[in-house]
T-cell receptor, first 116, second 113 residues
């Protein structure tokens, strides 16, 4: 119930391609879904986040698509660049209510390589 | 604003020694979270602290691990009698209030030899 399952484990695309990373969850109490980007030797950095009252959110070249009924959400990177090569983590948490302690449940991560 | 500062960046300990990891939150942040990242895995929540209080330690191993966030000074994650399985990257994050929009530090990489 507390798991977030992420796929694929690794992904290679050409520059300009649109990598898509998928996540699925079970706990219906989750209502905050962020994506983090992590470069080697660095801490995760918040990229974009969504709450289930919308089905899509865009920030620059990054888009989250959210399917509440399927309990799935995905990250799309438009016009991907070699500088986007990093590990991407999805996460989930209850955002409001007494059960929220700010704890995030992370997926296993996707290593993305964008070839020039 | 220097961000979340963790030190040391790298720590090597022999089996049975103690490891002490420090985290200074961003200025104005009074909420601190610790996560552990094993090789090729995602981050696992360990503990959530506010000043002088442990709020949620549901992810902390029952033995050898402890955390504190004193009124003055950094938050400390202490691992006693380290074993090889404790080798991991330990990340600290801080926030101004109790929500999910927090900032991570660059982590401490612990290696137990």
């Amino acid at each position: 119930q507390q798991q977030v399952k992420q796929s694929p484990q690794s992904l290679i695309v050409q520059k300009g391609g649109i990598p898509i990373i998928n996540c699925a969850y079970e706990n219906t109490a989750f209502d905050y879904f962020p994506w983090y980007q992590q470069f080697p030797g660095k801490g995760p950095a918040l990229l974009i986040a969504i709450r289930p009252d919308v089905s899509e959110k865009k920030e620059g070249r990054f888009t989250i698509s959210f399917n509440k009924s399927a309990k799935q959400f995905s990250l799309h990177i438009m016009d991907s660049q070699p500088g986007d090569s990093a590990t991407y983590f999805c996460a989930a948490s209850p955002f409001f209510g007494s059960s929220n302690t700010g704890k995030l449940i992370f997926g296993q991560g996707t290593t993305l390589q964008v070839k020039p | 604003n220097a961000g979340v500062m963790q030190n040391p960046r790298h720590l090597v300990r022999r089996r049975g020694q103690e490891a002490r990891l420090r985290c200074s939150p961003m200025k104005g942040h009074s909420h601190v979270y610790w996560y552990r990242q094993l090789p090729e895995e995602g981050l696992k929540f360990m503990v959530y602290l506010q000043k002088e209080n442990i709020i949620d330690e549901s992810g902390m191993p029952k033995e050898r691990f402890s955390a504190e966030f004193p009124k003055e000074g950094p938050s400390i994650l202490r691992i006693q009698q380290v074993v090889r399985g404790d080798s991991a990257a330990y990340f600290c994050a801080s926030s101004r209030r109790q929500d999910n929009g927090y900032t991570f530090g660059s982590g401490t990489r612990l290696t137990v030899v």
